[in-house]
């Protein structure tokens, strides 16, 4: 039995490292009151894609109220609850599921910290509304005691080494030397095609979002709780910090998947489950990268760590609002018969083709 540094409450240790096959609603029944530091998690959208069962957008919230009320009663009172949320539409429509998650969290007793914007700059195109570009994370805490570690995620400074020019602290810095706090809106990558995470999941978390989360939310030997593990990069983010996890996943193909990415090894085969995984054991070993495989590869040999082009979330932001303001300049001169901006470092050209589908660079 483990015992959390916080409270009293025990864990069974053959519960915690753990991602079980079976429904979350099983697991959360396992655990006693007051135990669970940090849940976070992405519950199914419910929006008819190929591993989801749609049902209507009633019986779903409700389902979705009974598991929330499972997690506040597990939840320490120095805890959190991340959860992250997509849409629901229905002929044509378009329900933004967090306006629907808020009030059931409220009602339950959680206290509302943020909602955080999550910006893709990829998506599925619309023809007759805009293209969607975010989803929400919902953080919310169970009291006004909750855990918040600013300094484990500062980020830098717009003006990092400005200074006043007047007044008795002319010449001090204006701003903390560490970095500032990270704003509510955030633009780590999404998991698709090319993104060295990519497993066989459709839909699963980017590790640098999730370390965020941990990081601020939790300490070092803290107990994090995914109801809805998926491949498990809750699991994998919490190893990497010192945290423990434990976690639910219907899916066997998932788990495996899981549990090789956190123990870093492959299927027996050669086959890893990502090319993050397998740059990662090559790195601890020094083997021959083209002996192996990962899951999803379609190139014929995988490349090492340093041949990645990995960049930061203000990287991403920065090259977003260019992108943003060039839009909104070229609409204003289209609709004002005005000149063009200048499109050169905004609009990709087509390189050559073949087969009639163009390829940029």
Same mark, same amino acid.
């Given at each position: 039995?483990?015992?959390?540094?916080?409270?009293?409450?025990?864990?069974?240790?053959?519960?915690?490292?753990?991602?079980?096959?079976?429904?979350?609603?099983?697991?959360?029944?396992?655990?006693?009151?007051?135990?669970?530091?940090?849940?976070?998690?992405?519950?199914?959208?419910?929006?008819?894609?190929?591993?989801?069962?749609?049902?209507?957008?009633?019986?779903?919230?409700?389902?979705?109220?009974?598991?929330?009320?499972?997690?506040?009663?597990?939840?320490?009172?120095?805890?959190?609850?991340?959860?992250?949320?997509?849409?629901?539409?229905?002929?044509?429509?378009?329900?933004?599921?967090?306006?629907?998650?808020?009030?059931?969290?409220?009602?339950?007793?959680?206290?509302?910290? *943020?909602?955080?914007?999550?910006?893709?700059?990829?998506?599925?195109?619309?023809?007759?509304?805009?293209?969607?570009?975010?989803?929400?994370?919902?953080?919310?805490?169970?009291?006004?005691?909750?855990?918040?570690?600013?300094?484990?995620?500062?980020?830098?400074?717009?003006?990092?080494?400005?200074?006043?020019?007047? @007044?008795?602290?002319?010449?001090?810095?204006?701003?903390?030397?560490?970095?500032?706090?990270?704003?509510?809106?955030?633009?780590?990558? *999404? &998991?698709?095609?090319?993104?060295?995470?990519?497993?066989?999941?459709?839909?699963?978390?980017?590790?640098?979002?999730?370390?965020?989360?941990?990081?601020?939310?939790?300490?070092?030997?803290?107990? &994090?709780?995914?109801?809805?593990? @998926?491949?498990?990069?809750?699991?994998? &983010?919490?190893?990497?910090?010192?945290?423990?996890?434990?976690?639910?996943?219907?899916?066997?193909?998932?788990?495996?998947?899981?549990?090789?990415?956190?123990?870093?090894?492959?299927?027996?085969?050669?086959?890893?489950?990502?090319?993050?995984?397998?740059?990662?054991?090559?790195?601890?070993?020094?083997?021959?990268?083209?002996?192996?495989?990962?899951?999803?590869?379609?190139?014929?040999?995988?490349?090492?760590?340093?041949?990645?082009?990995?960049?930061?979330?203000?990287?991403?932001?920065?090259?977003?609002?260019?992108?943003?303001?060039?839009?909104?300049?070229?609409?204003?001169?289209?609709?004002?018969?005005?000149?063009?901006?200048?499109?050169?470092?905004?609009?990709?050209?087509?390189?050559?083709?073949?087969?009639?589908?163009?390829?940029?660079?």
């Amino acid at each position: 039995m483990k015992t959390t540094s916080k409270t009293s409450i025990v864990i069974p240790e053959k519960m915690l490292n753990k991602i079980e096959n079976i429904d979350c609603f099983d697991l959360l029944k396992k655990l006693p009151n007051n135990c669970i530091d940090l849940i976070v998690s992405s519950p199914p959208y419910n929006i008819g894609k190929a591993y989801e069962t749609r049902a209507c957008l009633k019986n779903y919230l409700e389902l979705q109220r009974k598991v929330l009320v499972e997690c506040y009663r597990v939840l320490k009172n120095s805890g959190s609850i991340f959860w992250q949320v997509g849409s629901y539409t229905v002929d044509g429509t378009l329900i933004p599921l967090d306006i629907k998650f808020f009030p059931i969290l409220e009602d339950i007793g959680m206290l509302p910290r *943020n909602r955080i914007i999550w910006i893709r700059q990829h998506g599925l195109h619309a023809t007759r509304k805009f293209s969607g570009r975010h989803e929400t994370i919902l953080w919310f805490t169970k009291t006004d005691d909750y855990k918040f570690n600013l300094d484990s995620i500062r980020v830098p400074q717009k003006w990092q080494n400005k200074t006043s020019y007047r @007044g008795n602290n002319t010449g001090e810095l204006t701003c903390n030397p560490d970095g500032k706090n990270p704003s509510d809106i955030w633009l780590f990558r *999404n &998991v698709k095609h090319n993104h060295e995470e990519q497993t066989i999941h459709p839909a699963q978390f980017p590790e640098d979002l999730i370390t965020r989360i941990i990081l601020a939310a939790t300490d070092e030997n803290d107990i &994090v709780l995914d109801p809805y593990m @998926g491949v498990g990069t809750v699991a994998v &983010v919490a190893k990497e910090f010192n945290r423990y996890y434990l976690g639910a996943e219907l899916e066997k193909k998932y788990i495996d998947v899981a549990e090789r990415r956190i123990e870093i090894k492959h299927d027996g085969k050669g086959s890893f489950p990502n090319l993050k995984t397998l740059r990662k054991y090559i790195d601890m070993t020094g083997d021959d990268i083209s002996k192996y495989r990962f899951d999803v590869q379609v190139g014929t040999k995988a490349t090492t760590s340093d041949k990645s082009k990995i960049f930061s979330e203000e990287h991403h932001l920065s090259e977003l609002l260019k992108r943003l303001e060039f839009e909104e300049n070229t609409a204003t001169a289209r609709a004002r018969n005005e000149p063009l901006p200048d499109d050169s470092a905004m609009v990709k050209k087509p390189t050559k083709k073949i087969n009639n589908y163009d390829l940029f660079k």
